[in-house]
């Protein structure tokens, strides 16, 4: 936590001394009138790693970005657990020069339990989740980038063991530009969610932090540590280390795979996955 407050507060000085240049003359730009495709930015995603980008879509254009498919794997206290989700995606609109909406839907998938000599499937579709994000500064240049992204869940899942409570949070990402091809994206997340057995809602807290590395002028790689812990009494600390590659096909789509290994016991033991973005 400390570790992002000072690298927050560092950007926040490092971004006022590089504040972007030329974002005053796309502000007249919105969803009605169009960023022209001479004036875009670099396409910026969320994904494939969990640290969210503080770029956001130019006005009036469409990015959705997806996983094609991902396999979930756990195995704890005699319950193995294995998950497959297909087509969740996040659906972007560009309201301004330096805002957007996001629209996120947990889609299909199924997921199998087994352990005791009894298995049980069960097949549904996940949340509903409504994001506005906000760059503070940086989304058309310098050296650092600042969002902010308050967010709400809506209920729409069919699982048994997900709940039906609207919950919501913000997001503060952060990006820093290293030089020579590297970035390092760091984020801050706090979760207002539904307490155990339905006692009132606690905050739970989120802290990430991305290297991204241009391999080529084409494809990409990543690494990535993830930590996740609920205020909540005898709540269990999420550690997962990732890692995965991109491939940019052409400005306005990028193709990705990577892996989430789990290194606590609460954090599941291995998600993998391929995915893609498209920017319209």
């Given amino acids: 936590m400390k570790f992002v407050r000072l690298a927050v507060v560092s950007g926040a000085v490092l971004g006022l001394a590089t504040s972007a240049a030329g974002a005053g003359d796309k502000e007249r730009y919105t969803l009605w009138n169009p960023t022209p495709d001479a004036l875009l930015r670099d396409m910026s995603t969320d994904r494939p790693d969990k640290t969210e980008s503080p770029y956001t879509v130019d006005a009036g ?8 498919v991902g396999y979930t794997y756990d195995s704890r206290d005699g319950v ?15 309201l301004t020069n330096s ?27 996940g ?8 760059n503070v500064w940086g989304n058309d240049g310098g050296q650092t980038a600042f969002a902010i992204m308050p967010f709400v869940k809506l209920p729409t899942n069919t699982f048994s063991d997900l709940n039906d409570d609207v919950e919501g949070g913000i997001i503060v990402p952060l990006a820093i530009d290293l030089g ?7 984020m801050t997340e706090v979760d207002i969610l539904r307490a155990g057995e339905g006692r009132g809602y606690e905050p739970t807290f989120i802290n990430s932090a991305a290297l991204g590395f241009d391999l080529t002028e084409k494809w990409g790689a990543y690494v990535e540590a993830f930590v996740e812990r609920s205020a909540e009494s005898g709540a269990e600390t999420i550690v997962t280390l990732s890692g995965g590659f991109t491939y940019a096909v052409n400005n306005n789509l990028q193709l990705d795979a990577g892996a989430n290994v789990g290194v606590t016991e609460a954090a599941d033991d291995l998600n993998v996955f391929v995915g893609l973005s498209r920017r319209y």
């Avoid at 193995?80 to 560009?94: C, I, Y």
């Avoid at 298995?119 to 579709?125: A, I, L, N, S, V």
């Avoid at 020579?180 to 760091?186: K, Q, T």
């Fill in 80 to 94: 193995t657990t294995r998950a497959l989700d297909v087509l969740p995606f996040n659906l972007k609109v560009g």
């Fill in 180 to 186: 020579s091809g590297v970035g390092l994206g760091l």
């Fill in 99 to 125: 805002t957007d909406l996001q629209v996120a839907y947990g889609a299909y998938g199924r997921v199998r339990t087994s352990g005791g000599g009894v298995t049980d499937r069960e097949t549904g579709f």
């Fill in 61 to 68: 254009r469409i990015q959705i970005e997806t996983d094609l």
């Fill in 127 to 134: 949340d509903l989740t409504v994001r506005v994000k906000h």
